[in-house]
């Protein structure tokens, strides 16, 4: 027989296993845990700030050129632009005249009538496109798509940071801005004013808090932990059953704040006010688990999860409610003397204000739901992953020789809310990776991003019978760039693997960067409004349902 010999590990394992086994007495040092509870901390350059800068430039170059063609209300902006310039004029919506498209169109938006206008959208979004136009004017195209463009470069910004805090690489956060700034869905929606993309600044912003607050509960959890030990090294077991409070964190309610605008701009943003509070419970019991902490799920429910109810819901409310400032503050808006005109026995000791601000929402809710008028751009959400039928917000049509147009065939003038197909399908083939990830390796990244695209997607199909768009999608798009990226950093692979498998995750991740730049380029002109020749245009729609 073959005797067994015990040979001494190899350095490079006996690293690895230092690195997480620790005697009894230092395993509740405020180092180990934070090791435990964080991992190894990234070490981040220069380049961690001036990688995710440049492509945020490169972005505003993208929305900011041309930001003003067309030169007149496109698709949806009809409500939200004159909605915004109301703002100004009085803090809130009034009417306009039949042909305000036209004054409006022509430079002269000062036809607002006297009389209040029944909108169904909160005011945050159309205070964003109204103080674009209070910098640049009211009379021209740039000044009412400023705020759009603004936030949707600052959200490449963002989603970059975002994913260089996720996947600790600097790279990769590069490569989820740089998808993020030439994808046509975000390209589109950051040069028009609707609502969309003030929608999906503020559920980015509000991940982004999460994020920051996970690592700080995680970091002040280790730090209150390592406090409770004696001169042994190791807590009681007493003081181990339900671990400290913890109850300051500030980047909970910056998120909050984040959640209260992003309801205040649409409310599909409720979606994510829920989906995103029962991430932080669920991020903060696996902490505690981790921590060692005895009774971790009541400790993390009692702890943790009830705090953060009672601090991020009010927070978020009251930042709904003073988005309302404008409506509450007039004598003439739309149902602001609702109550003075209809008393309560049941409800009449609420204030007055109040009141009236609950009937106008109860109307509101009612509209969206009873919202079954039919669209020829309308889109059920079955098809937006693979954009089954991408929303055209803008589309003109020329003879030859008629203006600059002198093509044999005519000349065509698109805005086309389509994303780059090969982002699009690529990440919607993605999820199915980060499922395995999330419930093969237990990978709380991968389930944060899923929990973005269930929150911003999932919802519509409650409403089947809803007229819908494809561009409601843009509210998860910044998680569908995120659940590619991390799927090209499984490509790319880790450091430690051998030279050969790191230039096969370069290459192929490379060429895929590379395959995407060239299909923007192609796709940039029925993008930004281009004048093409009508056949470029139709190769353009790769599907009859483009067109």
Not at 143 to 170: D, H, N
Not at 400 to 415: F, K, L, R, T
Not at 520 to 539: G, H, K, M
Request: charged share 15%.
């Amino acid at each position: 027989m073959m005797a067994v010999t015990h040979s001494t590990p190899a350095p490079a394992a006996e690293a690895r296993r230092g690195r997480w086994l620790e005697t009894p007495g230092r395993a509740f040092s405020e180092a180990v845990l934070r090791r435990r509870l964080l991992g190894v901390p990234a070490q981040f350059g220069i380049w961690a700030w001036l990688l995710p800068l440049l492509i945020a430039v490169l972005g505003g170059v993208l929305r900011f050129y041309r930001l003003g063609e067309p030169g007149s209300l496109v698709f949806d902006e009809t409500y939200y632009v004159k909605d915004a310039y109301s703002y100004l004029q009085s803090g809130y919506e009034r009417d306009w005249p039949d042909d305000a498209n036209e004054s409006f169109n022509a430079g002269r938006p000062d036809v607002l009538l006297d009389t209040p206008e029944y909108v169904v959208h909160p005011p945050v979004g159309k205070w964003m496109i109204a103080a674009g136009m209070w910098l640049f004017g009211s009379d021209n195209a740039f000044g009412w798509r400023f705020g759009a463009a603004l936030t949707g470069t600052l959200s490449i910004l963002l989603i970059a940071l975002i994913a260089q805090a996720l996947f600790k690489s600097t790279a990769l956060g590069g490569i989820a801005g740089l998808l993020t700034a030439i994808d046509g869905h975000h390209l589109v929606h950051s040069r028009t004013s609707l609502l969309d993309i003030f929608l999906m600044f503020w559920i980015v912003a509000a991940f982004g808090c999460l994020l920051l607050d996970r690592s700080d509960g995680r970091r002040r959890l280790a730090a209150k932990i390592a406090r409770l030990t004696g001169s042994s090294g190791v807590p009681h077991p007493s003081r181990l059953l339900y671990g400290p409070w913890i109850l300051w964190r500030p980047w909970r309610l910056a998120a909050a704040v984040s959640l209260g605008l992003a309801v205040g701009t649409k409310w599909s943003g409720l979606a994510f006010v829920a989906v995103f509070g029962l991430l932080c419970v669920f991020w903060d019991l696996s902490a505690r688990r981790t921590a060692g902490i005895s009774e971790w799920f009541s400790a993390g429910v009692l702890r943790d999860g009830v705090p953060a109810f009672f601090t991020m819901i009010p927070v978020a409310a009251l930042t709904y409610l003073a988005s309302w400032t404008g409506w509450l503050r007039s004598n003439n808006a739309y149902d602001r003397n609702w109550a003075a005109s209809n008393p309560s026995g049941s409800w009449g000791w609420l204030p007055d204000w109040l009141r009236s601000l609950a009937e106008y929402h109860r109307s509101a809710y009612t509209f969206h739901n009873g919202l079954h008028s039919e669209h020829p751009y309308e889109s059920n959400a079955w098809t937006w992953l693979f954009m089954g039928r991408p929303t055209s917000f803008y589309y003109q049509s020329e003879e030859a020789g008629q203006g600059a147009c002198h093509a044999a065939g005519g000349c065509s003038e698109a805005v086309t809310v389509v994303g780059n197909p090969l982002i699009w399908w690529a990440a919607a083939a993605c999820l199915l990776v980060l499922l395995f990830c999330w419930a093969g390796r237990r990978d709380w990244r991968a389930g944060a991003i899923l929990a973005g695209v269930a929150a911003g997607y999932l919802p519509w199909f409650l409403y089947p019978e809803r007229t819908t768009f494809f561009f409601y999608a843009i509210s998860f798009q910044p998680f569908l760039v995120l659940a590619l990226t991390y799927t090209l950093g499984l490509a790319l692979g880790r450091p430690t693997d051998p030279p050969w498998r790191r230039r096969q995750g370069v290459l192929v991740v490379g060429l895929f960067v590379a395959a995407a730049l060239l299909v923007s380029a192609f796709f940039l002109p029925v993008w930004t409004a281009e004048l093409i020749d009508y056949n470029q245009w139709r190769w353009r729609m790769w599907m009859p349902s483009w067109i």
